[in-house]
């Protein structure tokens, strides 16, 4: 990037706003993502929409990649500037512009820290359902961008079922306006929903109207323990044949639970092979009766323990453990590798094994844990990024659980999108007639391919980037040769 | 995709090394084998940490975060980046409050990874050229020496008795002073004088004369200085409890100002020091009242991972080792004879509650006091930027924090402000004068305020 364009931009934003010195761009090169990292050319704070405007026209004429970017919490590669260019840091768009209680609405800027929206509405008895497990941390236009789910999800969807309209700018500087506040409306093409989920490749966020819910009356929360993986499976099965909807049932297998317990420390048996956390919400009476039906089907399936949470405290560490337990897993080994194959909730059970299976082929260790009630499982490998010959086990082994749960009915990703990580398997998912659309879409709002390269589409498919250190760390080459071997 | 992009990535990067600073020397290899690359990699970037960082809540900024500082780190391990003038920035505007390591859900262990970092950063700069004048004098002629450090709380005294500060602020000569220490000395106290501090009893007999524990008191060495009217209130506070305490002869400064910037040598000295010193005095306890000086004193095994004798007594030390308001919470509850109609809030030392993980002692000792209405503050433990000497060496951002902070004090509507550590005292001692509140409120240490209970 040239001193022109570098002056351009710093007038746009103001001299503190543009990074450019070594470090500055060095900490934007990765997010969330084990394994990827490369380098910006430069970083932009931009405060307004305008500002936006003016960098998005700066950018379409000199061609340079543009990647939005929050708190860089995802995990697949979102973030990651692989081609270069300008990161475009949100978070100084951190309005919150509105409550409307009468349309039961919010709107605000896209850098409001997720939590920060659950805090304020619920002050006011409403209710924004989405809750990744990054909510503390994670921004709104970044949970937007990615569609994130979380634990809420069997009941109350995810990202996409809350976002009514969008203000957005283009590639060339237009500023685009969908949706809105009403309850209804179909006045052509969903040009919202179309964004939302978008991750940065066609346009850049930069206001937000959610949907709110009442907040619900109560919530009660238990765990149930089993001495079998598949016995927790099959409960979560007959759940929800029963017709159950618990707000949240989450799954943790054991290697999980012992990480989670010292970390946590709350009193897990860390002798037992699974456990479910199971919460429901809504009136008192109702949740009752749910809990009660479903601590007996748990039973009933060979739960060896089933325990209500007494207080709201307890309830409350009990998911802040299942919370933690990615980060928890960070523990064992130097490099964690998450990924979120999901299944209708019907081949849950079969998935588990899928995964077992895998992990003792390869020689790997997998912990499962996940949104069982979705059938959303996060299969984490615990690794070392330095012992290559592993690495390449363990992509083999990820190949093979994605095609397993295609197999199975499901999909290569519930809720972190698809980004660097997920590319090469898109096209398994959506078949070449999905491609070709996707990929019309995207050139109609983004002609010249600037809006964060390299994500969702890969060039060639069915190859998985698993490493691309554009850090200068000296292994981009090895990772190269990687790439070629696994490539068939 | 690979090839093409590989291809912009390696001309990026020889980019970068060009345009690299040709002034600044690559760290050598002995450098670098000092960060702990486990340690580092444990760090899953997953970025928990970013909202308990004081530094990145004011910037916004992921080079002022702790997930950016460990990034930082690692591409220096890998030699990636340089140590140079720009790392060494990034790596002091860490307050060191170690907040982020409670956030951190992998357990990484921050503040050891930043001490390592800016001893690279001093290493390397030692090794280009000698180090300088100004910190040569603060931590090699004055912190290890006990009795410079008590000459210059004379000097202070001398000042502070002659009216120079009086005549100081006058006539605007503090405006010839640099601004932090202009804005400082506002909100030091006067200091015992040289004739009270040689009154000091050595030994203080427990009240009911019947001793249950035999207590170390460590002195601290600023503490000691600036507030030895705390250090005499904590020992009358423990006696209180049925301690017999002794200020332990031959003790020395605990090391955390050294270990903190980077001159780890200096640190294992001191730390060395201390430990034979306690050792000599055979107590039950060790205990302080400086959440700073405590948690290094409580980390002493860590300084010595190659010197397994040395690990062993450190070891030993640690066992032993107990802030004030821990201990006490463990005694029997004391019966305090005056009673206060005062609303009361707590401000958390980083070093006790981050890096202690003593919180809820010091609460229930202050609600304990008779008539005591004690009110918690919103972000308690988050850091006042006071952080050592970071109020000097980075005196804007520290004054940024410190003025969010006294936004969450205001609305406690508190008379007094406690504090457990020195430095977070006269922290909120400037606050206080900044905030223009000095006539409805007061900060205390913990130890003053249960002694006027007494």
Known sequence: MNQNIKNELRSIVGRDYFLDTPNELYVYSYDATPLYQAMPDAVVIPSSVEEIAAIMKVASQHRIPIVSRGSGTNLCGGTVPVEGGIVLNMNRLNAFKEIDQDNLTATFEPGVITADVHKAVEAVGLFYPPDPGSMRISTMGGNVAECAGGMRGLKYGVTKDYIMGLEAVLPNGDILRVGGKNAKDVAGYDVTKLLVGSEGTLAVITEITAKLLPLPETKQTMVAYYNDLTDAARSVQRIIASKIIPATLEFLDQETMIVVEDFAHIGLPLDMKAMLIIEQDGTSLQVEHDIARMADICRAEGATEVRMAQTAEEGASLMAARRSALSALARVKPTTILEDATVPRANLAAMVEQVNLVAKKYDLQICTFGHAGDGNLHPTCLTDERDKEEIHRVEQAFEEIFHAAIKLGGTITGEHGVGMAKADYLDLKVGPVGMDIMRRIKEAFDPYGIMNPGKIFAKSSRRRVVVNHGCGCGQTREHAHGNEQADK | ?454
């Open chain 2, 1 to 454: 995709m690979a090839v093409d992009v590989d291809k912009r990535e390696n001309m990026r990067m020889e980019m970068n090394k060009q345009t690299n600073n040709p002034d600044c020397s690559t760290a050598s290899v002995s450098l670098l084998n000092k960060f702990d690359t486990n340690e580092i990699m444990n760090c899953m970037q997953c970025g928990f940490c970013l909202p308990s960082c004081p530094t990145y809540r004011q910037t916004g900024k992921e080079v002022a975060s702790p997930r950016g500082r460990i990034a930082l780190m690692k591409g220096v391990a890998q030699e990636a980046l340089q140590v140079d003038q720009e790392f060494e920035n990034n790596m002091y505007l860490c307050l060191g409050c170690r907040a982020c390591e409670t956030a951190c859900p992998a357990g990484v262990p921050y503040g050891s990874l930043v001490e390592t970092a800016r001893e690279v950063v001093e290493t390397n700069k030692k090794e280009r050229s000698k180090s300088p004048f100004i910190r040569d004098i603060v931590f090699n002629k004055i912190f290890k020496h006990p009795k410079r450090i008590d000459t210059l709380g004379t000097a202070l005294w001398a000042a502070q008795a002659a009216g120079l500060q009086t005549l100081a602020d006058k006539t605007g000569l503090v405006n010839v002073l640099p601004r932090p220490m202009a804005e400082m000395q506002k909100a030091v106290e006067k200091v015992a004088s040289p004739a009270e501090r040689k009154k000091r009893q050595k030994i203080v007999k427990p009240t009911d004369q019947t001793a249950k524990l035999r207590i170390g008191m460590f002195k601290g060495c600023i503490m000691d200085v600036m507030f030895y009217e705390t250090n005499q209130a904590t020992s009358r506070v423990l006696a209180k409890a049925g301690c017999e305490v002794i200020f332990v002869e031959d003790q020395a400064c605990c090391g955390a100002l050294h270990a903190h910037s980077g001159e780890k040598d200096g640190a294992v000295e001191l730390a060395k020091r201390n430990i034979e010193a306690f050792e000599k005095a055979n107590v039950d306890f060790i205990v302080n009242n400086a959440g700073g000086c405590g948690a290094a004193l409580k980390e002493y095994h860590h300084w010595f991972h190659d010197d397994l004798e040395w690990k062993e007594r450190a070891l030993a030390f640690v066992a032993k080792t107990r802030d004030a308001n821990e201990l006490l919470a463990e005694l029997p509850q004391i019966e305090f004879k005056n009673s206060f109609d005062v609303r009361v809030t707590y401000q958390d030392s980083c070093h006790l509650a981050h890096g202690q993980g003593v919180r809820n002692q010091p609460r229930q000792l202050i609600r304990s006091i008779p008539g005591v209405e004690y009110i918690e503050m919103i972000n308690a433990d988050s850091c006042c930027g006071s952080a050592g000497i970071y109020n000097i060496t980075n005196f804007d951002m520290s004054m940024r924090i410190l003025d969010d902070k006294m936004k969450n004090v205001k609305q406690t509507k508190a008379h007094l402000i406690v504090t457990s550590n020195p430095g977070c005292l006269l922290q909120m001692k400037q606050g206080i004068i900044r905030a223009g509140m000095q006539n409805e409120m007061e900060a205390i240490h913990i130890m003053d305020l249960l002694d006027r209970a007494l």
